[in-house]
């Protein structure tokens, strides 16, 4: 008896474990599924990630491309009033209680608001700036100059001295006939330093003495100029926060016409701050936080936004002013910098939630396909597993297990990758975990459904029991009312979801803060999978009408004496119908969500083109600023001369005012006064008309110009809509500073190359008092900004007048690929476009996994059925023709379908998606306004016609090849005894 116990023990022990088991036995299968989830958990990953980093370079970007004046946060208070003693209010103004309100505010700005200490800074300056008496100082207007005073902290770290020192307090005291040590109230002299843009401007040196009046013309204080620096960091928040400090300006008065004086800033010793009580201004004193944006991130945004305005008005105000005094306030440009971001932001990401739905369900959908194909395959040994006693849960727990040991350790491996090779866009608050759990939940999504995906599937026909040999006909089978109701369901989505986005599009989804940072809610989510839904639709319709022409197609074909296309007919409607839908929806999903996406990007580009052409009317534009100088004599001849020109075309912009045609010229000045100016443009019609009509930018005929009676009769005119509106189709007068002329419209043009984008007003310059051109317009390829600007200014010609010189060194040339390029600078703009990039080619790539999955599926049955068929006579071309005509009639319903149910998405949502933001944004000063009506989706037709053609040609191509390896196996390879294949 132990005998045999052991002999049992043993035997048990032999037995190989399941899992090794299955492992060992397809080991090509076990690859291709890691594989695959390895693809999909490294896209499901990088997602988050790749949309965090975008979205955090835009807003640290923009942050700094704002005004430093706009983004500091400037906490100030007014000087302490005069119902204090007088030491009081002196000792408010020391350096020391600056520094000690310094200490306690930066302990009260918490993240996300955090403070470069290296660019902040603090101290007291005057309220009214103080009047500069002296009669050597440079009056332009026989205005005295102004000087703010201010006794900016660390100095010396942020300047290096040019001439002379710093100032110093000390010094002050000693040359003051205050009987006190230090400065206080009564000093009357005090030393300062001044920048060296300052000095050369104002006529300043080492040793100067100003005297200075306040706003009464009393005298204030006299100030010794002790030390000439020059700024280390100009562009730094320390001196632009203040420029007046750094570089002098002029400034105009309100007198008309106005008349313009000096304001520089005079830089005093903290410790000398106590000597502006003794002015008749209202001293302040502040405190300047620079932002530090290399820790921000896009979750920081939301959060940034409500501490400035806390801040600014609310309970941080409240405590600012516990430690600043009760009539503290703080001032900050950087929420509107913010709340301008978050806004375009939450424009461009519904749109992108767009694309990552289309992607995710198509990767979905061919994750559950691999499952599906793997359980259909193994179909006959899990139905003996369970005829010979096996569990449903036993079953399950087996499947799951083995498909766990390859889904876990490749579902890692992607989200390693992703995190590894994709930015998130730092730590962010609540530190690098927090902006790493997007990514991990992709990564477990993915997971889930791999795991899932085989059990489920191979479960569910194992719950009831089932005659052995049934056959799963396509073309006889009938859907089940769990079917018909599932998909009516999601026909009732799909409805409701198209409806909700042409009504509201993606832009009236809930823009909160607090909807973005879960996810969204379950309405934005259903707008956004509107292409999806409709896909799906279309692809269970298509299935259900599938079997249709098979049937009819079959009697026919089986009338013909050759067998290859009767064979290939009925082997198409004898598939089982999970295996056949299941690729059949992937492939149309796929090729929707490419054409989807396609279409997005012509339209991005077209958008961009469009507003380009809009900002510059042509290739390159030559002009004066505001037109209002001709150009150089030769500038033409010169500008044609350069590399890469076609053509270049010269009109004359003038700003005209139009009289009324009752009323002598010289009595209409003050009716005239009240009507608008006009934008006149005269052109030479021959080549103004081309190159409108190479820009399909108002074109009209050159007889439209031509049909005027020259000079000094009636003008025939082309002008936009609301210039014809005023001035209706009569004959009007129009006066120039050159003369007048008349002239009658005669053809209505939105735009024209000249003026794209403001009413104009176009007539033959050859009718015109003076004809010299304005401005070039350049037609060309590969056009050089620096040389077209040196040929506008010609240096061997001699310029007749100053302001012909004026003119000529002053050309500007604005060409339009840089206006195009400016529009991908911006971080959300261009990061959005590579999502929906990837997520297309995402859309291909498992449209080739679904064919190559479909066609591996049933490699081992075809290569049986040929080598039985090549026994019976049937050659390898026949072979290679059965192979390809079965798999045609599929590959044909998932290219026609997809370019169908792709054109019908496409037709069907654009009147709910606006990609004005998307496509510019704030990338230019073109920007959107030039899009009034927004920028709709269009067809794209490359987009839907090239990836159907590839599905068309990888599918022959693989049936082709597949035809090809099993002519070269032996039969006898493939027929043995007892293969049930």
Known sequence: MEGAREDGARAERAVAPWVRTRLRTAPGAAAALGALVLLTAFLAAAFPRAVDAYESEGLRREIAGAPVTGTVLQLTAPQAGLELPEEARVAAMRPEALAAVYRQALTRLADPLRVDLTQSAYGVRTGEPLIGKDRWLPRPDGIPPRFTLATQSELAAHATVRSGRLPSASASASASSSLSSSVDARTKVVEAAVTTETARELRLRVGTVLALNDVTGAPALSVRITGIVEPRNPEGSYWAAEPLLRTPGLTATSAKPPEYRWEAGLLLAPGAAPALLGTRTDSEKYWRFAPDTGGLTAADAPELVRRIASLEDGPGLLRMREIAGGNAEVESGLGAVVGSHLATREEIARIVTVAAVGAGTVAAVVLAMAGGLIATGRAAELALLR??????????????AETAVIVLPAAGAGLL??????????GGSGGGGVRLLPAVYGASAVALIACAALPVRALLPLRRARAYGDRDDLAAARPSRRR???????????????????????????????????????????????????????????????????????????????VVGFLAL??????????????????????????????????ITDARDRVALLAVGADARISTPGDSLPLPAGAEGAVRRVGGV??????????????????????????????????LIGVEPDSYTRLARQQQLGAFPAGALKAGDGRGGVLDAVASPATAERL??????????????????T????????????????????????????????????????????????????????SASASASASEVTLLSTERAAFTASPLQSGAERIYAVAVLAGAVYAVITLFLSFLHSTRERTALLARLRTMGLSNGQGRLLLGLEALPQALLAAGGGVLVGWATVRLLAPGIDLAQLAVGSGSGSGTGALVGGVSLGTDVWSLVLPAVGVLVLAGAVAAGQAWWAGRRGSMTELRAGDSR
């Open 728 to 745: 209706g189709t009569g004959s009007r007068r129009i006066v120039l500073p050159e003369g007048e002329v008349t002239v009658r419209i």
């Open 484 to 562: 018909n109701v599932a998909e009516l369901t999601l026909l009732l989505l799909a409805v409701a979801s198209v409806v909700a986005l042409r009504g509201r599009g993606t832009s009236g989804a809930s823009s909160s803060s607090e909807s973005r940072a879960s996810g969204g809610g379950a309405g934005d989510l259903l707008v956004s999978a509107a292409p999806v839904l409709v896909a799906l639709i279309a692809a269970f319709v298509l299935v259900r009408l599938y079997p249709l022409p098979l049937r009819y197609a079959v009697r026919p074909v089986a009338r013909l004496r050759g």
């Open 646 to 679: 076609r053509e270049v075309t010269a009109v004359r912009i003038e700003s005209a005012r139009p009289v009324s045609g009752a009323a002598p010229a010289s009595t209409s000045t003050s009716s005239a006064e009240k009507e608008k100016l006009v934008t």
């Open 387 to 400: 005829a010979r006693g096996g569990s449903l849960t036993g079953i399950g727990g087996r499947l799951l």
């Open 570 to 603: 009925a082997r198409a409607g004898r598939s089982s119908s999970s295996t056949a839908a299941a690729p059949l929806l992937a492939l149309i999903v796929a090729l929707t969500t490419a054409a989807f996406g396609g279409s997005v990007l012509a339209g």
């Open 747 to 802: 053809t209505v043009r939105s735009g024209t190359p000249a003026a794209p984008r403001t009413d104009f007003l176009l007539v033959d310059a050859g009718g015109l008092p003076a004809a010299a051109p304005t401005t070039l317009l350049v037609t060309g390829e590969g056009l050089d900004g620096g040389k077209l600007k040196a040929a506008a200014t010609p240096q061997d010609q001699p310029q007749p007048s100053a």
């Open 417 to 426: 990758l992703a995190v590894l090779l994709v930015d998130g866009g730092g």
